[in-house]
């Protein structure tokens, strides 16, 4: 008792040293690549510095300039090709199935709309990269503020950029210590074809529209103010003389916010820089990280070591190396907190009330044609951005979840009547800035997929499960969901007793066609209702009725109940003893496939788990397993989709390997994650949700404290301002890889179930406790052993 005294007072000690190890990304030299820099963001509003010294580059970004307006894109030949392609599916020509699904049903044009650059903001200073010394930059995610400062000619420069949500701009200051000694020469542009034209009081204006579709417009403004010297416009660049202090602040808007037109959004755009800069940098900084830190302080994580020896000065890029080589998190288990931080930083600066949601890559992009367009893929990217939000207390970042839900319904509702002749709302795998619901791409195993719409309830679902919300229930969730099974009652067929979702797919595998089975050419991904989309109707229906039971509603429950009771339940494969994926045990075409949709039901779905029903647990392990000895998870998002499920199977060790294989593998120097060799920020998210399910899990009507704790690493920690399920905030300390003190708050009244660790036995108040308890809103519970 006394060692676990004394090492509990060694972990305090050590976390009080670790607070800029895990808050603050830093850089011993510019970025040399986009990839390499560091974001700041105000949810609308994005900017990435490259913080070189003699030319900086600031590639900017607004959260609604696509390249293009709104378009009908569903294909007039899908209403008589719909019943065709079902018709040969029941007679088993699956190679003519999917061949006539794609020649009459993909999208047109094939392509939803993609996210476009606002720009580049430059800045040359005439400071050399070869003359400059003591060079240092930042990312302070507890403030939100990126760094620069260098010496150069015996003067100490430095800059700050900070996006401010409360102002809705993005500032940027520079100053040194000597006075009047700033000459710069600042343009805005967006590549050759449109570049910024100036005003008489240092300001820069850059309209245009977005270049696949001219009748897209929008505008930016940056407003450069100095203190000293002197300032001067012209053509296409503002050049300051012997300022000591400048400070420069930009916004951008469009049509998407401003519908009315060119002048509306021109009006807002100058009056909100102008009034903005009118405040002083201090100001618009110092209201930018209050609000930050609303968010941002809500929830932590710490984790230390006795054997730790890195330095809250050593480079994040020499951080990530050392892991590498010791593939482990012993030696720096901050690291791991400081991608948990990064995580939260990176979801509150893409993702704020009245914004669009965080797309592919948060809402930072330096390129006309981004990967996979940069949009909302929603077969796992989408959802996985938001796993974190409500276990960190997050729930206004999720707003812009709900408006883009209700603008998917009204595009989707259309889709299925067009597409179709179905009532009810409908989404495939993609979607844009509009709400687009037709399908995007052509290929049968991601086009043909039907099941996305479903899958983006999960976080309305979930929402209310942990917030026990009941106006967001029946306001927001209950129509959303109403409408979405107004489809699927339509789409869903009755065959041998069970309801059959077809065509559909696995997302995004394919498998060889039986009587084909030696021609690799002859692969689909084209199914009757495989696993996936089994479960993702288990949630929907189940969690209809749980909605509407909250809400005292019994318009259609009865009917959900009947379908679910002719819904089948997961399949386990009597050959490989895996949990079946497709409706056949047909063979993969890739074993080491990215995806894990066949275990949706373990996570991030709650339909089993290794407490409520282990023979489908092991199951999906199983599965999980022969991906990845195949060769999965070689993708960011995929690798920590499976720290995740690894988490929920109560494996801490294995969650923890695959944070570090992320990590390692799968990270640029500045920490964004990757995939396919470009940056994705699903990942990023993505592992601060597999960090809490590794020490906080609620899905399975348990709060579960220390569901998967590692047993060599990250033996020492605690979290702070936690969510579970039943609106409970949960704290937790853990030592020697023991928990050791937990208290829960019940934000609500109502049951509380609770369970320690592996199942050790534990006192309530003093009081040993196993089994339900009874919560009064507003009470806390001290968990003690």
Not at 530 to 555: K, N
């Amino acid at each position: 008792m006394h060692d676990r005294v004394f090492r509990t007072a060694i972990f305090a000690v050590a976390v009080s040293t670790a607070y800029a190890t895990e808050h603050t990304l830093l850089y011993s030299q510019a970025a040399s690549v986009w990839n390499e820099t560091l974001p700041v963001g105000n949810g609308r509003l994005g900017a990435t510095p490259f913080a070189k010294s003699d030319q900086e580059i600031i590639v900017l970004n607004e959260d609604s300039l696509f390249s293009g307006g709104f378009r009908d894109r569903v294909n007039p030949k899908s209403l008589e090709t719909f019943p065709r392609v079902r018709k040969l599916m029941d007679q088993g020509n699956l190679t003519g199935a999917g061949d006539t699904w794609l020649e009459g049903m993909v999208g047109v044009p094939i392509s939803q709309r993609k996210y476009e650059p606002a720009g580049n903001l430059s800045i040359a200073t005439g400071h050399s990269q070869d003359e400059v010394s003591n060079y240092s930059r930042s990312l302070d995610l507890h403030t939100g503020l990126a760094r620069t400062m260098y010496t150069f000619g015996g003067v100490t420069y430095s800059r700050e950029a900070v996006a401010s949500a409360v102002d809705q701009v993005i500032a940027f200051y520079f100053t040194a210590d000597r006075p009047n000694s700033y000459n710069l020469t600042i343009g805005l542009d967006r590549g050759s074809d449109q570049v910024a034209t100036t005003d008489t009081g240092g300001g820069l204006w850059l309209r245009g529209s977005a270049k696949n579709d001219s009748s897209y417009t929008h505008s930016q403004y940056a407003l450069v103010s100095i203190d000293g010297g002197s300032l001067t416009s012209f053509n296409s660049s503002v050049t300051v003389q012997g300022a000591s202090n400048v400070t420069i602040v930009w916004d951008a808007e469009s049509l998407f916010y401003h519908p009315e037109g060119q002048a509306s959004y021109e009006e807002v755009l100058g009056d909100r820089v102008k009034s903005a800069t009118s405040k002083g940098y201090h100001a618009i900084k110092s209201a930018a990280v209050a609000d930050h830190q609303k968010y941002y302080n809500r929830a932590s994580f710490t984790t230390a070591a006795a054997n730790s020896s890195t330095s809250s000065e050593k480079p994040t890029n020499l951080r990530l190396a050392d892991l590498k080589s010791v593939q482990s998190f012993e030696q720096d288990p901050a690291i791991l907190a400081l991608a948990y931080n990064y995580g939260r930083y990176m979801l509150i600066t893409s993702s704020r009330p009245g914004t669009l949601p965080a797309n592919l890559q948060g809402i930072w992009n330096d390129k006309f044609d981004p990967p996979w367009d940069s949009k909302f893929t929603i077969d796992i990217n989408l959802e996985m951005n938001y796993w974190l939000a409500n276990m960190n207390g997050l729930d206004e970042i999720l707003e812009p979840i709900w408006t883009h839900l209700k603008r998917m319904e009204a595009r989707g509702t259309a889709v299925a009547k067009e597409m179709y002749g179905l009532p009810g709302w409908v989404c495939h795998h993609n979607t844009d800035l509009w709400g687009d619901c037709a399908p995007q791409d052509a290929g049968t195993q991601w086009t043909i997929w039907p099941m996305g719409g479903a899958w983006m309830m999960f976080t309305a679902l979930d929402h209310y499960r942990f917030s026990q919300d009941v106006d967001f229930a029946r306001d927001t969730a209950l129509p959303l969901l109403q409408n979405a099974i107004q489809f699927y009652d339509a789409f869903s067929v009755l065959q041998d007793d069970y309801y059959v979702t077809y065509p559909s797919n696995s997302p995004e595998n394919s498998y060889f066609i039986p009587e084909r089975n030696s021609t690799a050419g002859n692969q689909t991904g084209i199914d009757k209702s495989p696993q996936s989309d089994r479960t993702l109707m288990w949630h929907l229906y189940s969690g209809f009725v749980e909605i509407s039971d909250a809400v005292g509603s019994t318009a259609g429950v009865e009917s959900a109940r009947q379908y679910l009771t002719h819904l089948k339940g997961p399949d386990i494969s009597s050959t490989t003893n895996r949990l079946l994926e497709w409706s056949r045990d047909y063979r993969e075409v890739e074993p080491e496939h990215r995806h894990f949709s066949s275990c949706i039901g373990l996570h991030p779905g709650h339909q089993y788990s290794p407490l409520t029903n282990a023979t489908l647990a092991q199951a999906a392990e199983r599965l999980i397993d022969h991906r990845l000895s195949s060769g999965g998870g070689s993708t960011g998002w995929s690798r920590i989709w499976a720290s995740n499920l690894k988490a929920r199977l109560l494996d801490g060790d294995a969650a923890v390997h695959h944070a570090n294989v992320l990590m390692t593998d799968y990270m640029y120097d500045n920490m964004w994650a990757v995939t396919s060799d470009v940056f994705q920020a699903d990942a990023n998210y993505g592992i601060t949700s597999a960090v809490n399910e590794m020490f906080l899990q609620s899905q399975s009507g348990v709060l579960h404290i220390g569901p998967a704790m590692p047993t060599s690493q990250l033996l020492h920690g605690s979290f702070r301002g936690w969510k579970a399920r039943g609106n409970f905030s949960v704290d937790a300390t853990w030592v020697d890889g023991q928990i050791i003190s937990a208290t829960i708050v019940a934000n609500s009244e109502g049951p509380l179930n609770i369970r320690v660790q592996d199942g050790r036995a534990f006192k309530i108040d003093g009081v040993a406790c196993s089994g339900t308890i009874s919560t009064t809103a507003g009470s806390s519970y001290s968990v003690s052993f």
